[in-house]
């Protein structure tokens, strides 16, 4: 028999309404104060990988669960001090390396809430309030996006998994709409299927591929111009010469990875009705620009897609994960459509007892709406925007920064948030992902690092990133990171050319002996 004993921080272990929550809110509070003493006070802790790493699982000891338990007080606060010492800190003014923000309190707090209540969005009896919230969330974005009443959607667990659903979606209704039924007889039964997406489309476009049977070889990719955006033309080619095959979407990027950079939408979109061709919009990341006014144009056209991703916990400021999947028709979810006896049996959904079951791949799937809808509730769309609008000034003040400076080369412009750039040297490569690595070890800076092909370049080269998605980052903070990159430049730039020179003279001394 289970021992019915009190919690450390109340008269239950559990996090019952009201009294229990406030436990909880006592527990992080306690945790808190662990960290302060502890906290490295840099993006990344200082040290090679495998060090901190190491010291991380010492501390844990051995790779086994204890047999008696250190109570929830200390194993709290141990954990603490291991992601205050050892951690990752997003509101360092210089992390800057990935589209992972700092998220908003409001949201954190809302993330405890949802954890406390462990509803699921499954069945009206795993949590009713969660499902009306999740409805008028998505419902909200999807009027943001311009779509109309009949508009649907559904969270997920990231933006690879809300484009795996959409290209999932867009496989069904394309082959349905062609007599098969491919959930029944499978993929085999559509005659060579293809997607169609930029060169540079998040790569998630081909694993969707891959996991839906398609193969990573039905993804045939469109040419893009100087600014990484899909030509128009070089799509209606790409389609041209496809030849004999089913096309089932055309996956236009709504602000990619590298370089925040938008298809033409409306172009795109063009096409897609010409040839009638699904057309998904994976805007995991400018999906957020519709919070601004200044910035929310670069989306035009967005409104005429099929199926639109979408991350808050990229623009938007939500704690992991954060994504939808919206469709401008929610009938199209039929699909995905399940009558499962135990959880929503036709009379229960007929007297109202029903759920989004039929709207996702998942069944118990957490309710990560409460902490959008919190941030929406908080916030508005305008405060959202202007946030934005913040971290876009940034990266326009870093990318006239970069323009200064005679070592830097600017690779790619401001869209939304990212410039690309890189150190000039002789030994490009070797030097500017050094650098990026000396950075994150000394503790000064988080930064990223991508690879482009340039105008006149055979190979792509190794290029430097900044994604600035910290509202509260000042200019001064940027000067401060550049100051230090081109110091520790000139640096590294020297280890590389003494490196180069040891090596030519040993060869050479190699080739005297012989």
Request: hydrophobic letters at 45%; a negative charge.
């Amino acid at each position: 028999m289970i021992e019915d004993r009190k919690s450390a921080w109340g008269a239950s272990r559990f996090a019952r309404p009201g009294t229990g929550w406030a436990d909880v809110g006592r527990g992080l509070a306690e945790a808190a104060e662990s960290v302060a003493a502890h906290h490295h006070g840099a993006p990344l802790p200082t040290g090679d990988p495998v060090s901190v790493l190491a010291a991380v699982t010492e501390t844990l000891g051995g790779n086994a669960i204890p047999d008696s338990g250190i109570g929830e007080s200390e194993a709290l606060s141990r954990l603490a001090r291991l992601v205050a010492e050892f951690g990752l800190d997003l509101t360092h003014p210089l992390t800057a390396a990935h589209l992972q923000p700092a998220p908003l309190s409001v949201a954190v707090a809302a993330d405890a809430l949802a954890s406390a209540t462990n509803a699921s969005l499954d069945t009206y009896d795993s949590g009713p309030a969660t499902l009306a919230l999740e409805t008028w969330t998505v419902q909200s974005l999807a009027r943001m996006a311009g779509f109309g009443e009949q508009a649907g959607g559904v969270f997920s667990p990231g933006g690879s998994i809300s484009n795996l659903l959409a290209l999932m979606i867009a496989r069904d209704h394309t082959a349905a709409r062609r007599g098969i039924d491919v959930r029944q007889d499978g993929v085999g039964a559509l005659h060579r299927p293809v997607v169609f997406c930029s060169r540079v489309a998040h790569f998630s476009v081909h694993r969707a591929c891959a996991a839906l049977g398609l193969g990573e070889s039905a993804v045939i990719p469109v040419e893009v111009d100087a600014h990484h955006r899909m030509i128009p033309e070089a799509l209606e080619t790409a389609i041209r010469q496809a030849g004999d095959v089913t096309p089932l979407a055309i996956v236009a990027t709504a602000g990619t990875t590298d370089f925040g950079t938008v298809d033409p939408l409306p172009e795109i979109a063009d096409i897609a009705e010409r040839h009638e061709i699904w057309m998904h919009v994976d805007a995991a990341y400018g999906f957020g620009t519709l919070f601004s006014d200044r910035l929310s144009g670069l989306l035009t056209g967005v409104d005429r897609a099929d199926s639109v991703t979408l991350d808050l916990h990229k623009v938007g400021w939500q704690p992991a994960a954060a994504s939808l999947m919206l469709l401008s028709d929610a009938n199209r979810f039929v699909s995905l459509n399940r009558s499962v006896a135990y959880l929503n049996p036709d009379d229960d959904v007929e007297a109202g007892y029903s759920g989004l079951l039929g709207q996702t791949l998942q069944t118990t799937r957490r309710p990560d709406v409460l902490k959008v809808a919190a941030t929406l509730m908080a916030y508005g769309r305008s405060e959202l925007g202007a946030m934005l609008d913040r971290c876009n000034d940034l990266a326009v003040y870093a990318e006239q920064r970069v323009a200064t400076e005679l070592q830097l080369e600017l690779v790619a412009p401001v869209t939304l948030t990212t410039i690309v750039f890189r150190y000039r040297c002789a030994d490009l490569d070797a030097v500017n992902g050094e650098l990026r690595r000396r950075l994150i070890t000394d503790g000064k800076a988080l930064i990223g690092r991508t690879q482009v092909r340039l105008p006149g370049e055979d190979e792509p080269q190794t290029c430097l990133k900044l994604t600035l998605l910290n509202p509260e980052t000042a200019e001064s903070d940027i000067d401060d990171l550049f100051d230090e990159l081109l110091r520790l430049a000139i640096e590294v730039e020297s280890e590389s050319t003494s490196v180069s020179s040891s090596q030519a003279h040993s060869e050479e001394m190699v080739r005297v002996s012989e």
